[in-house]
């Protein structure tokens, strides 16, 4: 488990543009569950309500037990673990559902999970900041 902050994107780019007050801005801090064998980011129908993410069309899905299943999706979510930020989408489940970090916001934010301390953390070979691997010739 760990600490994830959220943010409604739209919102904060209404402050940027000076739209809004910053104080307006739908946030909220929660515990989420690491999970390396997952892809996206899931988080539960009532917290997305309450921020208001964007709604986008629905996602097909294979659950751990290997059911396919079709579930709601929405957009313009900012997160933060430990200091690193990123904007991504999030599958939505039923509300009380455990937050569920993904391996696309483990890979985008460079975090690693500690096998042995059951932790996440930075990448230690980039402690600064997150290094994304590209693989085209620039």
Do not use: Y
Request: proline share 7%; charged share 20%.
């Amino acid at each position: 488990m760990t600490k994830l902050r959220l943010w409604n994107n739209v919102d904060l780019g209404m402050v940027a543009r000076g739209l809004l007050p910053a104080a307006a801005v739908r946030t909220e801090e929660v515990d989420a569950l690491v999970d390396t064998g997952a892809t996206m980011l899931v988080l539960p129908a009532d917290l997305c309500q309450r921020l208001a993410f964007g709604i986008l069309p629905p996602r097909s899905v294979t659950l751990a037990d290997g059911k396919e299943k079709e579930v709601p999706h929405v957009g313009d979510v900012r997160l933060s673990i430990l200091g690193r930020d990123m904007q991504c989408d999030a599958l939505v489940m039923p509300a009380g559902t455990t937050p569920l970090i993904g391996q696309v916001q483990l890979e985008v934010l460079d975090l690693i999970v500690d096998a042995r301390s059951r932790e996440v953390r930075v990448n230690p070979a980039h402690p600064d900041a997150p290094i994304v691997d590209l693989l085209a010739v620039a």
